[in-house]
């Protein structure tokens, strides 16, 4: 095993800040243990840079502990080179108030330069033919003491980030995206971080939920509440106390006895002993209790949260999907990468006039407008115009239906336009 400082004293901590405090770039990564416990920790700070290649284990400090570091990670003359950095920042500020800033995201800028794979694994070997170990992936980082191969995993995750950036980079600037990727990193910088709250309907967004009866929906919400009073208790994520596909069998074909709810799917010896009687009184209080209302629908019906278009947005809609496809394939971006469909939704349905004004549209971020939004008025501008020469044809059927109508409705009526007395036909 490579030797790789263990730094888990306040001092220790202090006097690593002041060797980081003399880099110009540094590679961070860091550990949580979501996958084990109901509330994730921060269990292990990953640093390398020329000095050295350090893990630094937040669990073993005291309250503050990190401090030092928040003040290295938040100077800006440092570039802070992370991978998928997004969660990193959310456990990094939760956990000590530490904000980066001069972040460079080794993900994001491989998207913007069109690799077809993105994950710090396949940018390794693509970059420098060696193949990462993934046998980790699923440790439980909160556990002490490391073993050596945890130790390794780790640290590898740190230690080609800084020349990694340079590489691509350098790619960046060459292909004139450098200026996207910049954009991308001060909006992850700037970016808040709230405290993640439980959401007493998270059920309803539970994959075969929509399908379920008021009734049914009523037996879910008891079991969905009872699984997640039961993971606080046992401090395990939600679905590792039982899983979602169970909740919905349960709600579907709801059991009233132990021996019934043993025959479910998901339901083992140890989830029957533990919780069956939990299990089985959270059902009967949804059998029993009133039913559930009717959960609100989203405008358009998508179960997405998407703004209802007319016809003339649809058209739009469709005009700008069809030039993203075209822009994308001749950047050679993936075009969910380039513009993500709730995006062009939010276009088609603002129907912006300028790219000052697409800027100002939420989730459209400035750099784009800036390069592309001309390219997007002018789609639906096109669309527009299409819609007008369809509707020529349409104006001019109208316009023939309304003389053929007054024309019958003139066989009834007498010179002048009187109408003729009814005896008068005979």
Not at 33 to 40: A, E, I, N, V
Not at 262 to 284: C, F, H, P, S, W
Request: aromatic share 6%; hydrophobic share 40%.
């Amino acid at each position: 095993m490579s030797d790789y400082p263990f730094i888990d004293e306040p001092d220790a901590v202090a006097d690593l800040a002041r060797k980081l405090s003399r880099e110009k770039v540094i590679a961070v990564d860091t550990e949580a243990d979501s996958f084990f416990h109901y509330h994730d920790k921060l269990c292990l700070v990953q640093i390398s840079a020329r000095c050295g290649t350090f893990l630094v284990d937040p669990l073993a400090l005291p309250p503050g502990g990190l401090d030092p570091l928040g003040e290295v990670f938040a100077n800006p003359e440092i570039r802070k080179v992370l991978h998928a950095a997004e969660y990193d920042l959310y456990v990094l500020d939760r956990h000590s108030g530490i904000r980066v800033a001069n972040l460079f995201d080794t993900m994001i800028s491989a998207q913007l330069l069109g690799y077809p794979s993105v994950g710090l694994g396949a940018l390794v070997e693509r970059h420098f033919d060696v193949k990462l170990s993934k046998d980790q992936q699923r440790t439980d980082w909160s556990r002490r003491p490391l073993k050596p191969v945890q130790v390794e995993y780790a640290a590898a995750d740190v230690l080609y980030l800084v020349e990694l950036s340079r590489l691509v980079e350098k790619e960046l600037r060459a292909r004139k995206r450098l200026d996207w990727a910049r954009a991308e990193f001060a909006t992850l910088e700037a970016r808040s971080w709230p405290e993640r709250e439980f959401d007493e309907q998270g059920y309803l967004r539970i994959k075969g939920a929509s399908k379920l009866s008021p009734r049914a929906l009523a037996v879910l919400r008891e079991l969905f509440l009872m699984r997640d009073q039961r993971a606080r208790q046992l401090d395990k994520p939600p679905f590792k106390v039982l899983g979602t596909g169970t909740l919905i069998e349960l709600a579907q074909n709801p059991a009233r006895s132990r021996r019934t709810l043993a025959r479910r799917k998901g339901i083992t010896d140890l989830v029957l002993r533990r919780m069956g009687q939990e299990i089985i009184e959270a059902i009967v209080r949804g059998l029993e209790g009133p039913e559930h209302a009717t959960p609100a629908r989203t405008p358009s019906g998508s179960g997405n949260g998407r703004k209802r278009l007319d016809r003339n947005g649809e058209r739009r809609l469709a005009r700008l999907k069809k030039w993203r496809a075209t822009r994308a394939q001749e950047l050679e971006l993936d075009p969910g990468v380039f513009c993500a469909n709730a995006v062009l939704e939010t276009i088609a349905w603002g129907r912006p006039e300028s790219p000052e004004a697409l800027a100002e549209l939420p989730a459209v971020k400035g750099w784009w407008a800036r390069e592309f939004g001309g390219q997007a008025i002018e789609a639906m501008r096109e669309a527009e115009g299409e819609g007008d020469a369809e509707a020529q044809p349409e104006a001019k059927r109208a316009k023939r239906a309304r003389k053929r109508s007054r024309r019958r409705r003139g066989k009834g009526r007498g010179e002048g336009g009187s109408e003729v007395p009814a005896d008068a036909k005979r």
